[in-house]
Structure formats: C-alpha cells, structure tokens
C-alpha cells in the first residue's frame, strides 16, 4: 500500500466520485544542496556558493575590453553561479601579463566595460567581482597560443619591475627593482583602479596575490631579497601586500567586499608555504578582508605539484580552520557532487571554477538539477527545464495561445 494512501479508503462502500482528496506526497528525505545555499559577504548576499573563477582572455586592446568580452561575460553570467569574476584586470599597462591582457588604467578601459556591464545587468542578477592585478616580472609575455614567453622589448615587449631585479627564469633579462616612487605608483594606480571599479558598479573586488604575480613576487623569499622594509623577515614581505589592501580597502565602498587571491605555497622547498599564508591570511583577517580564494604556485618554474581532484582544497580548508575566514576552494573541482561534498563538510564556503566552466557555460545549472538546488535562468531560456527539472530556474510560467 502506497504510504501516503489513507487506510480508510480501503474500506468500501465509497462512490468513486466522492474519495477523499489524495494527500500530498512529501519526501521523506528532503534534498538541501549546501552548495546552492545563501552567504553574506559583508551588505552582498550570494544566492550560492558558486563562483566563476577569474579567467585571463587575452584579448583586450592596450587594456580595452573587445568584442570577445562582451560575449564571454555575458555567457558566462548565466552559468548559474552566483558570482562571476571578471578576468586580471591589471592597473597600469607594464603590469599586464601579455600585450591582449585587461586593464583599467584608462577612461577608454573603462568606459568599454561600462558598456558590457550594462548589458550584463540586463538579462543576469549575477554579481560581478573584479580581480585587480599587477604582474610584475612576468609581465612581457606572449599570449599563451603565442608560446606565452617573455617578449623582450626589442621585440615590442616592455621593461618589467618587481620586488628584486631576479628574472623569473633564467636567461631572462631581470626586471627593475621596485624603488620608493615605483612603490607608491603602484599602490596609487591600485587605489584609482578601484575607484573606477566603483564607478562600474562592481560588487566586489579581488586582489590577485598568488601565481608569481607582483604582490606573491614581494611574499615569496625566493622572489623577494630586498634588505629594505619590505623584505626579509615575513613581516617586511608582507607589507607591500597589506598596504595595497588597506588602500584599496578605504576607496571601495564599505558594504562591498574585499578578497584576496592567494598562493598557499611556491611548491619550492625554502618559498612561500601553507604555515605563512596563515600568517597573512591572519593579518588580513585584522583588516577586515571578506574572503581568502586559496590557490598556489606560479613563482618559481621549479615548482613540482602533483596535480589531482581537489588539489588545493587542503590550502582553503587550512586557511579557514586556523583563521575563521571564508574561503574559496579551486583548482581542478569539474564535479558538482564534489563541489557539495567541499561546501557540505566545510572544507571552503564557497567553490570557484574555471576550465571547467569554459567547457559547460551552463555548469552551474546541471549542477544544480544534479544536487536538488535552484538557480536563476533569464525567461528566454525557461523552456530548457528538463520535464523531471520543473523547479531548476524557481517559479516559472510560460504560456501561449
């Protein structure tokens, strides 16, 4: 007997025209996705936990947002995470990685990306973060399809500046030490560009501070043999770093996050490890950073990482048992019940991904018709639903004559 059947209506005589009303059936195990649950970052409240990773595309002019961006945003702010971050978006033109990188250094910058931005808030409620960057050393490069190796300015590339004037490979030409003015230069060009991040209307901001970028470059003591203030002791090195926050810290508006992008460890014995990425996460904790986004390497090219499933999940469920922090896991996550299992058990509070959503624009909704959760689809799309998904996109209606 089907449980939900009343044992009265066993017992006949009823007319049939006269049963009483079915009860409604009721799961007996109720599915609560972790993964398509709310979190509050500061006055931003997230539908879920999924971000879309930021993603370089290569494919600006002198910084200036194209084309190509204007449809790989707005794709890709209808995955169905609840966060897109928008790619490096680096804050003087000698800090792009390549010659097609984003910027924000110009009112042209700019004003492209207010244009994308007010198409994206047309058809997407889907916030929109900015990964602000600067890469130091390893600016200069070919595009990766290029070969992705230091353009020597002989050949249009550009003189490079970091911490210590170390190349980030051998034979490579060595950038220019960082002096006094090149420090507060950067520091400004961060500031301004997170004024104009403002101006755009951008949710939230991410510092990049990992993958041998400028900020990791002054973390890493394999980058970073400066004698001054801002090198030496873990303190000294991780002043530059801390001062770029603060300051972009007290230009973003206040109900709006501040993350950090960092490098768990170099992979390098005697670099930059899990045990001062604590350290640091801690001093931001004290500033009132809003999210750690635990990456790794990128500083040296000795690094040797074993790559597999998850592999860096242990960094952000570290960082966020030793500091209380939310944290973003990522790095080869592709599984949506991997996903839930890293949210579910509290490894991280939230998950980022990026090849992968590349590969599935819509990853985010097949995650969500996998685990039992709900996200936001634009109308045009509703007739998508499966006919065993009919709750995926919310309350939907969609008639005709």
């Known amino acids: 007997m089907h449980p939900s059947i009343p044992a009265a209506w066993l017992a006949f005589p009823y007319p049939l025209t006269t049963l009483p009303p079915l009860p409604p059936l009721i799961p007996r195990n109720p599915r609560m996705s972790a993964l398509f649950s709310p979190i509050k ?7 879920n936990r999924l971000v879309v990773s930021p993603m370089c595309q290569y494919s600006a002019d002198d910084g200036v947002a194209t084309d190509w961006h204007f449809t790989h945003i707005n794709n890709l702010a209808l995955s169905g995470a609840a966060m897109f ?4 978006t680096h804050v ?4 792009r990685i390549t010659p097609g990188c984003l910027g924000l250094y110009s009112d042209a910058a700019e004003a492209a990306l207010k244009q994308i931005l007010t198409s994206v808030r047309k058809h997407s409620s889907t916030a929109i973060a900015m990964q602000l960057a600067h890469a ?85 003591p394999l980058s970073n043999k400066r004698t001054d203030e801002y090198g030496g002791s873990l303190q000294n090195r991780m002043r530059f770093p801390l001062e770029v926050y603060d300051a972009v810290r007290a230009v973003f508006p206040h109900d709006k996050p501040v993350g950090m992008r960092v490098s768990s460890t170099d992979w390098v014995e005697g ?58 896991a ?51 799309y509703w007739r998508s639903q499966p006919s065993t998904q ?4 919310g309350k939907t209606t969609f008639g005709a004559r």
């Not at 003087?92 to 800090?95: K, L, N, Q, S």
């Open 85 to 88: 971050c928008i790619e490096a």
């Open 41 to 47: 970052l500061r006055g931003l409240t997230l539908k």
């Open 136 to 220: 130091g050393r390893k600016a200069s490069s070919a595009r990766p399809w290029d070969g992705g190796q230091l353009i020597p300015v002989s050949e249009g590339g550009w003189q490079t500046v970091a911490p210590s004037a170390l190349p980030h490979k051998d034979g490579e030409a060595a950038p220019l030490a960082l002096d006094a003015a090149g420090l507060k230069r950067i520091r400004d060009a961060f500031v301004d560009c997170a004024k104009r991040a403002a101006r755009l209307g951008i949710d939230a901001i991410e510092l990049h501070g990992a993958h041998g970028y400028l900020l990791h470059q002054f973390l890493s």
């Open 271 to 328: 670099g930059w490890d899990l045990a001062q990425t604590i350290e640091f996460s801690n001093a931001l904790k004290a500033r009132g950073v809003d999210w750690i986004d635990a990456s790794s390497g990128g500083v040296s090219p000795l690094q040797k990482i074993t790559l597999g499933p998850g592999y860096q999940v242990q960094f952000a469920e570290a960082i966020k048992r030793e500091t209380g922090l939310p944290t973003i």
């Open 390 to 393: 009919k709750a995926l996109f």
């Open 330 to 380: 990522v790095g080869l996550i592709t599984e949506g019940k991997h996903a839930e299992e890293i949210v579910a058990s509290g490894k991280a509070d939230m998950v980022a991904l990026a090849r992968g959503m590349l590969y599935d624009p819509r990853w985010g909704w097949h995650a969500a018709a996998e685990l039992g959760g709900e996200v936001e689809a634009p109308p045009q």
């Open 92 to 95: 003087e033109a000698i800090g």
